[in-house]
């Protein structure tokens, strides 16, 4: 009679190996090692990873539920989606950073002035009867939705953008440009949540769907905050990367 402990770690085993499979060959479709075409058969993969045939079975499991590749029988397993790349190491708009990738749009769902909650008016460095612009954008990439944008600004900066083109053009830019001022730096954090039934309907995707939660302050030039955003990005169609340097001396 087999040891029930045994069989438990070898389940173990095989799960683990396929993470890492499946870790490996969504990094090669997110740098378009395959375009969107097939992925290497069963055989080559399981040479090439050292993983048993299971283990890149179920790896290739993982990755259709992502939404990443379409097994076909017969045919094999071909790439049918691609994240793109969004750095964290450069202030820069949606349309500057993913525009190799295709048009970026925006549906503008709120442009107008309101009295912001206390929380956003302290970040912004403003008196908390003080108004702000409030923007709401759906964007998106190509034919699909991409994220959920709401911004508040600091009303000298974002009244003029109420008559310039949000439709197709970066707040970023239009702050500069009708401002005169260029931007400095923004304070960014990441977390990623479960989409809400409203969110999700928006982004076109599941309830409950992980998505990626953006919290962006940025500032002027001369560091005064002006732009405080929320934003909810899918997290099936965007890969946050950033290039680290280590500095000073080592602890």
Known sequence: ??????ARGAWRLRADRARQVADVVRQQIADGVFGTGLLPDERTLVAEHGASRNAVREALRLLSAEGLVVRNRGVGTRVVARKYEHGLDRLAGLAEALHEHGPISNEVRAAHRIRPPDAVAARLGL???QPVVYLERLRWLGDRPLSLDLTYLAEDIGAPLLSEDLENRDVFALIEETSGMPLGSAEVSVQSVNADAETAAVLGVAEGAAVFAIDRLTRLADNRPVD?????IRGDRITLRSVLRRTGERA
């Open 1 to 6: 009679m087999s040891d029930p402990r045994t």
């Open 127 to 129: 008196a908390a009867e």
């Open 228 to 232: 405080l955003e929320s934003i909810r």
